[in-house]
């Protein structure tokens, strides 16, 4: 397993801030939390509950996973568009990891 990384989570907290031109006061008004808290979870310096990580994931529209492990999510537009036509997009690595999980399905379902 893993180990969480808090000074990446922290630069991670800051960078979607900084894109959505947030000051660290907007995001710890919306979290709940002050903004000093917020500026040692940004440094990694703090540990936030796992409340306090709900909260920012969902003030910031952002994943955990992108949070956490630096994995940007897909847009559901672009999930849709690759799963109802992966043909068109033949050297595109979703395209073919939706047409194996299509596979997969269709092996299930047929069990």
């Known amino acids: 397993m893993r180990e969480l990384d808090y000074g990446k989570i922290g630069a991670r907290i800051r ?8 000051s ?17 979870i940004e440094r990694g310096t703090r540990i936030m509950s796992l409340e306090t990580f709900g909260s920012i994931c969902a003030a910031l529209e952002t994943g955990a996973d992108e949070l956490l492990w630096g994995l940007p999510k ?3 537009t672009v999930m849709q568009d690759l799963w109802s036509q992966p043909e068109k997009k033949e050297y595109d690595s979703y395209a073919m990891y939706i ?8 092996i299930m379902g047929s069990s």
């Not at 047409?99 to 269709?106: G, L, N």
């Open 15 to 22: 960078q979607v801030r900084k894109a959505k031109g947030w």
């Open 24 to 40: 660290q006061d907007k995001l710890a008004k919306k979290c709940g939390i002050s903004m000093s808290f917020l500026g040692h």
């Open 74 to 76: 897909v847009s559901e």
């Open 99 to 106: 047409r194996i999980m299509k596979s997969v399905a269709e």
